[in-house]
C-alpha cells in the first residue's frame, strides 16, 4: 500500500507494556507526544489506553515527514526507554486513506 509524496498518512501504533511498567510506558509516550508534536508535519500524535495496551494514533502531512520521524531523536529515544519493557515489539500499521461519505467525517 502506497501513498503520493504529498498525500496525509495515518499511523496506529500498539504497545503492550508488561504490567509492572504500564506506567513507565505510559509516561515515555506522553513525554515523547510533547516532543513530536513539533516535528513537521505532524498533523496527530494522540495517547489512547485500551486493555492494557496503549494506542498511538498518528496523522502526518507526508509520508517525507513520517519518514524523518522515525529517523529522529524523539522515536529513538522513546525505543531506548520502553522496548525492554513490552511484552512483544510495537506492532505499527501505516495505513493509506480510503475516504467514504462526507469528506471531513470519512478520513482523517
Do not use: I, N
Not at 515523547?32 to 486493555?51: I, K, Q, S
Amino acid at each position: 500500500m502506497s501513498t503520493s509524496a504529498q498525500s496525509p498518512v495515518v499511523v496506529v501504533a500498539s504497545f503492550r507494556p508488561r504490567p509492572e511498567a504500564h506506567d513507565l510506558v505510559r509516561s515515555a509516550l506522553r513525554t515523547a507526544a510533547e516532543r513530536v508534536h513539533e516535528e513537521p508535519g505532524c498533523e496527530l500524535y494522540a495517547l489512547h489506553e485500551t486493555d492494557g495496551r496503549l494506542v498511538l494514533v498518528e496523522k502526518w502531512s507526508t509520508e517525507g515527514h513520517l519518514d524523518e520521524h522515525g529517523g529522529g531523536d524523539a522515536l529513538k529515544e522513546l525505543h531506548a526507554a520502553v522496548d525492554s519493557r513490552l511484552l512483544a515489539p510495537a506492532e505499527v500499521l501505516r495505513l493509506s486513506p480510503l475516504p467514504a461519505g462526507r469528506p471531513e467525517a470519512g478520513q482523517l
